[in-house]
């Protein structure tokens, strides 16, 4: 922190106070932290420093210090096992950007020498299987598919078991979007996992949760209700280059733990980048980052 | 997990005076609660701050029905308040489509439901109206773009507009604009491609679309789960673009769609139509009065001051 509170010395100081305390938690709030994580971080913050004179950057450091060290704990990139192949199987709402994140991923993996399948698991939306062999050319990756209605159970189980027999190093699986309070469309989730299990009790290694930045609280029912249903066990949140600063993460840190694995700063092949504590909180505190 | 309002009032309520009129600091306590619960909801914290100046102001001093507590009295006017800020004029359903071909533009943020609302419209234009729809995709930029809207085209049997690869954005709004005259279609719409707000570059392109055809109809599609950013997001098209309405999809969800207060409070442009389903028959006209007791969550106490 005594890096960070590299001070100017002609900023005005203010006192922190109630009022000061107030502004900060606003602040937080308008990042979509919710409003108990958001008065939980600034009375962490706040801690022994009540009543001391601050300059308004020396605040926003604090508070950017706080928020990377409770982040701190999630920032991890997504596991990488001996087991072949892997199994990454990818979950989320609709719309959030699973089918980009899936080429992303599978673009990087294959530049670090892996082979990647792609299973193009959403048999329900118009065009969604053509869109990710679209991602698969542009990733080099070969992309299995099944026909436009067909059982995503079945379509699963036929790729893993290729992606076995072809010795492949990671099987990346795409699947529909659906929303959490959907309970038939859960269904049809937790048969996915089920089946492939079937095949390889141990799998799928990675289930990601893919989020987007600019969604609010409900991100806390996503998460939850998406890790009861598929194990999930990484997250990734797209849409970073937008203005929404993803303050949900905060929340969902303190509350599940669960970590994060990466974000999607774009609609380019390149534009997923690790998940980095300290430019987050100070994207999010709205520090200059100079 | 998540506690909704009422738990968190009843408590509240609880403490309140239990007099003729509405004092300032029964009114102020469940006001509190009723902020959170507006964030939490993902109201936007300006939009919710001045909601909360504006009932207190208006609640202190009312009456209180005998036979409820003052802090239920405050959610009631509170929810009248909401759906009062909510309801647009005249019928959110009715678009303009006169003078054919009448363009309607489709624009939003990335993945917040602009093409599959675009399906969902056309069929309710070709249904419910008996106009002769045409649909065309302008989104040259995500895999597989134009096929979803041609898929949706097919499967609702209302006409979508040839695919040239390699043809810009305005040129295939210029195509769209003439196949619609010279095929004698009632509405074209058109289906963009998903941008940020902060993207110059694609606003300026959308912005001369608008410019070649001159839409009657702007929507806005919006994420019904969207959080704080909902009212930057709805300014932003409206400056540079000009929305003339608002549509929420994902409200199938179980999100509490407190972006619609945000955005119709900061822009006053009406919000017309929910997408409630992934399903080309999923999409209804909006109507305040059921977004107002999702967003409070207390439909409970609203149906309890109503009665009494
Ligand atoms: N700006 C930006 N756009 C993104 C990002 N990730 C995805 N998108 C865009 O968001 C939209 C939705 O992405 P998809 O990958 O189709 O999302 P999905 O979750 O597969 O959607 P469904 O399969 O329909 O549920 C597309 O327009 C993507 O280009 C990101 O990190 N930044
Ligand atoms: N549950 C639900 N899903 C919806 C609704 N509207 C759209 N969707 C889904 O949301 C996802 C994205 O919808 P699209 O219509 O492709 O969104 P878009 O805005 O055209 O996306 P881009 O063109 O990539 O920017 C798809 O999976 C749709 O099926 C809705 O009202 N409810
Ligand atoms: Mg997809
Ligand atoms: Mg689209």
Known sequence: VGRLLGRKADEPRRVLDDDMLEQLEELLISSDMGVDTALRVTANMAEGRFGKRLSSSEIKNLLAAEIARIMENVAKPMPIYSKRPQVVLVVGVNGSGKTTTIGKLASQFKAAGKSVVIAAGDTFRAAAVEQLQVWGDRAGVPVLTAPEGSDPASLAFDALTKAQEDGADLLMIDTAGRLQNRSDLMEELAKIVRVIRKVDPTAPHNTLLVLDATTGQNALNQVDVFQKISDVSGLVMTKLDGTARGGVLVALADKFGLPIHAIGVGEQIDDLAPFDPQDFAAALTGLDKT | ?308
């Open chain 2, 1 to 308: 997990m998540f506690e909704n309002l009422s738990e968190r009032l009843s408590g509240v309520f609880d403490r309140l005076t239990k007099q003729g009129a509405l004092n300032e600091e029964d009114v102020k306590t469940a006001l509190r609660e009723v902020r959170v619960a507006l964030l939490e909801a993902d109201v936007s914290l300006p939009v919710a701050r001045d909601f909360i100046k504006k009932v207190q102001s208006e609640a202190t001093g009312q009456a209180v029905t005998k036979s409820v507590t003052p802090g239920q009295q405050v959610v009631k006017i509170v929810h009248d308040a909401l759906i009062a800020t909510l309801q647009g004029d005249g019928d959110p359903g009715q678009l303009k489509i006169d003078n054919p071909p009448a363009p309607i533009l489709m624009v939003g943020l990335q993945g917040s439901g602009k093409t599959t609302t675009t399906g969902k419209l056309a069929k309710r234009l070709k249904e419910r109206d008996g106009k002769r729809v045409l649909m065309a995709s302008l989104d040259v930029y995500r895999p597989a773009a134009m096929e979803q809207l041609a898929v949706l085209g097919k499967q609702l049997g209302v006409d979508t507009l040839p695919i040239v690869a390699g043809q810009k954005p305005v040129d295939i709004a210029k195509r769209a604009k003439q196949q619609a005259s010279l095929g004698g279609y009632d509405v074209y719409m058109l289906d963009t491609a998903g941008r940020l707000h902060i993207d110059e570059l694609l606003m300026q392109e959308v912005e001369d679309v608008r410019n070649v055809v001159e839409p009657r109809e702007t929507l806005l599609v919006v994420d019904g789960l969207t959080g704080q950013v909902a009212v930057e997001v709805a300014q932003e098209f409206d400056d540079k673009i000009g929305v003339s309405g608002v549509v929420l999809t994902r409200m199938d969800g179980d999100g509490r769609g407190g972006a619609a207060l945000s955005m119709r409070a900061v822009t006053g442009k009406p919000i017309r139509f929910v997408g409630m389903g992934e399903k080309m028959d999923a999409l209804e006209t909006f109507e305040p009065d059921r977004i107002a007791g999702r967003i409070l969550g207390m439909g409970d106490i609203v149906a309890l001051v109503e009665k009494a």
